[in-house]
Nanobody
Framework: QVQLMESGGGSVQDGGTLRLSCAAP??????MGWFRQLPGKEREGVAR????????YYADSVKGRFTISQDRAKDMLYLDMDRLKPEDTGMYYC??????????????????WGRGTQVTVSS
């Protein structure tokens, strides 16, 4: 049983910044990532990393603006979001790879999900 918990969402102005955090205490994963669900849209991958440090992957829509990182000692995953746009508004989810995955992104299969944290960017 995996427990993931996101935090750091909020409301910012167009061009603003936010840092999302995901706590995954006591667990080890090959891949961890961030997804989002925009209003009226399907859930989509945003960014992911290999927890061994061997590379990150970003959706084209956020490349150059968002940065995924981890703190292995603290079992934490982060998403630094810069130059936010109104079209970034949505629910953001921390995700981890595992057996029996259904959702794929960046060549990782994701199974476990956090509850989500809302990001709202005002125009």
């Amino acid at each position: 049983q995996v427990q993931l918990m996101e935090s750091g969402g909020g409301s910012v102005q167009d061009g603003g910044t936010l840092r999302l955090s995901c706590a995954a205490p006591g667990h080890t994963y090959t891949c961890m990532g961030w997804f989002r669900q925009l209003p009226g849209k399907e859930r989509e991958g945003v960014a992911r990393l290999y927890t061994n440090g061997r590379g990150s992957y970003y959706a084209d829509s956020v490349k150059g603006r968002f940065t995924i990182s981890q703190d292995r000692a603290k079992d934490m995953l982060y998403l630094d979001m810069d130059r936010l746009k109104p079209e970034d508004t949505g629910m953001y989810y921390c995700a981890a790879a595992g057996q029996g995955t259904v959702t794929t992104f960046g060549h990782c299969g994701f199974r476990d999900w956090g509850r989500g944290t809302q990001v709202t960017v005002s125009s």
